[in-house]
Nanobody, 125 residues
Framework: QVQLVESGGGLVQAGGSLRLSCAAS????????MGWFRQAPGKEREFVAA????????SYADSVKGRFTISRDNAKNAVYLQMNNLNHEDTAVYYC??????????????????WGQGTQVTVSS
């Protein structure tokens, strides 16, 4: 059993920053890619960013490139999402996902086996 717990969400003004964290515990999460997705009201869950097990390979949605940075600390079984220059369109519930493989940093939901409960990010204009 894997548990993923997101934190760091909140209310921020447009142009501001937030740093999301995801802590993994339970069954080993070693050698697994991790990713962030988000879901806005009335919309489908969409890919934000992903990182390979080593952190050597990352990918981002076009909408967040240059503004968001994904990183991980394997000693802490944690993954982070630094979000800068936030805008209203970033408002959503953000979910952490544990990949099915070590190096696949794809954007397909089916590539992720476990999910956290999500953390709300609200950007006011």
């Amino acid at each position: 059993q894997v548990q993923l717990v997101e934190s760091g969400g909140g209310l921020v003004q447009a142009g501001g920053s937030l740093r999301l964290s995801c802590a993994a515990s339970g069954r080993t999460v070693s050698y697994r890619a991790m990713g962030w997705f988000r879901q806005a009201p009335g919309k489908e869950r969409e890919f934000v960013a992903a990182t390979s097990w080593s952190g050597g390979s990352t990918s981002y949605a076009d909408s967040v490139k240059g503004r968001f940075t994904i990183s991980r600390d394997n000693a802490k079984n944690a993954v982070y999402l630094q979000m800068n220059n936030l805008n209203h369109e970033d408002t959503a519930v953000y979910y952490c996902g544990l990949g099915r493989s070590a190096n696949d940093v794809g954007a397909d939901l089916s590539q992720y086996a476990d999910w956290g409960q999500g953390t709300q990010v609200t950007v006011s204009s």
